[in-house]
């Protein structure tokens, strides 16, 4: 059975960095494309960051270019997104998803499995 656990959300002021984490089981991250969505109530979920299985290969949506960053511990089998420079239009739901392509899909229907996602809140 595969499980994508998230954590590390927490309420943090503007300017304030966090790093969360997305732990697998039943899944080899190193041969998953994993990602990081996030979404506020009322509202589609939004790409943040993905990392390809294959070389590494990341991208972002311009929002969180050059101050967030996706990485992965194979040994670990754990995601992380380190995140700098918060703002309160950060504040959100992230989730983590995985999915077996080599594309990095900015889009939900691609990924097969989801964690249940970490709150991430950030006051002005």
Do not use: H
Request: with cysteine; net charge negative; proline share 3%.
């Amino acid at each position: 059975q595969v499980q994508l656990v998230e954590s590390g959300g927490e309420s943090v002021q503007a300017g304030d960095s966090l790093r969360l984490s997305c732990v697998a089981s039943g899944l080899i991250i190193r041969t998953y494309t994993m990602t990081w969505f996030r979404q506020i109530p009322g509202s589609e979920p939004e790409f943040v960051a993905g990392i390809s299985w294959k070389d590494a290969t990341t991208r972002y949506v311009d929002s969180v270019k050059g101050r967030f960053t996706i990485s992965r511990d194979n040994n670990e089998n754990t995601v992380y997104l380190q995140m700098d420079s918060l703002s309160p239009e950060d504040t959100a739901i992230y989730y983590c998803a995985a999915d077996s392509s080599l594309v990095i899909y900015t889009t939900t229907p691609e990924y097969d499995y989801w964690g249940q996602g970490t709150q991430v809140t950030v006051s002005s």
